[in-house]
T-cell receptor, first 113, second 116 residues
Framework: GAVVSQHPSRVICKSGTSVKIECRSL??????MFWYRQFPKQSLMLMAT?????????EQGVEKDKFLINHASLTLSTLTVTSAHPEDSSFYIC?????????FGPGTRLTVT | AQKVTQAQTEISVVEKEDVTLDCVYE???????LFWYKQPPSGELVFLIR??????QNEISGRYSWNFQKSTSSFNFTITASQVVDSAVYFC?????????????FGKGITLSVRP
């Protein structure tokens, strides 16, 4: 099946700094990528939908200026958490859509100290 | 709006027992898709099954089986002869028509613990 990678798998950053997470579709072109956030022992919540070459669509309650999403190519989407705070610590998961199938990345665990 | 309800939060069984994980959904779409995912402690989501709204046939895959009933808006998942490796969080999810924005709505998940 199709493979989606995320980098880094784990990151620890200090409060106030920014961190970038990459999501790549390795063997297919993804017209749409999704970003989810999962807090401990909770479900996955969709943060935003990104389409290649256009602005991301954010879900209600997600700050677009804090969570910057760039979908510069058909194989790469990035999520930048700006001015991170401890409450942003979470597991971030991306998925990439290939026609009608959606494939998930392995996730990135962000810890903000 | 779409909604997925997994009323069970935690289930604990002894190895070799059968266990059923319940999923109830709500949607106004006539075409939709239902999914089950497994999330082991590593965190990576493992795809188990996709079912479209027009296919109510039950499916069996090894020890796994799924019961889709549109009349009750349910898509239940049964593991037969459970094993310790089945211990994980299981999510049921729903998406709309594939031609449209196919974002997934997840249930809250069920933590399954299989004891030796």
């Amino acid at each position: 099946g199709a493979v989606v990678s995320q980098h880094p798998s784990r990151v620890i950053c200090k409060s106030g700094t920014s961190v970038k997470i990459e999501c790549r579709s390795l063997d297919f072109q993804a017209t749409t990528m999704f970003w989810y956030r999962q807090f401990p022992k909770q479900s996955l919540m969709l943060m935003a939908t990104s389409n290649e070459g256009s602005k991301a669509t954010y879900e209600q309650g997600v700050e677009k200026d804090k969570f910057l999403i760039n979908h510069a190519s058909l194989t790469l989407s990035t999520l930048t958490v700006t001015s991170a705070h401890p409450e942003d610590s979470s597991f971030y998961i991306c998925s990439a859509q290939d026609y009608y199938e959606q494939y998930f990345g392995p996730g990135t665990r962000l810890t903000v100290t | 709006a779409q909604k997925v309800t997994q009323a069970q939060t935690e289930i604990s069984v002894v190895e070799k027992e059968d266990v059923t994980l319940d999923c109830v959904y709500e949607t106004r779409d006539t075409t939709y898709y239902l999914f089950w995912y497994k999330q082991p402690p590593s965190g990576e989501l493992v795809f188990l099954i996709r079912r479209n709204s027009f296919d109510e046939q039950n499916e069996i895959s090894g020890r796994y089986s799924w019961n889709f009933q549109k009349s009750t808006s349910s898509f239940n998942f049964t593991i037969t002869a459970s094993q310790v490796v089945d211990s994980a969080v299981y999510f049921c999810a729903l998406s709309g028509p594939r031609e449209a924005n196919s974002k997934l709505t997840f249930g809250k998940g069920i933590t399954l613990s299989v004891r030796p």
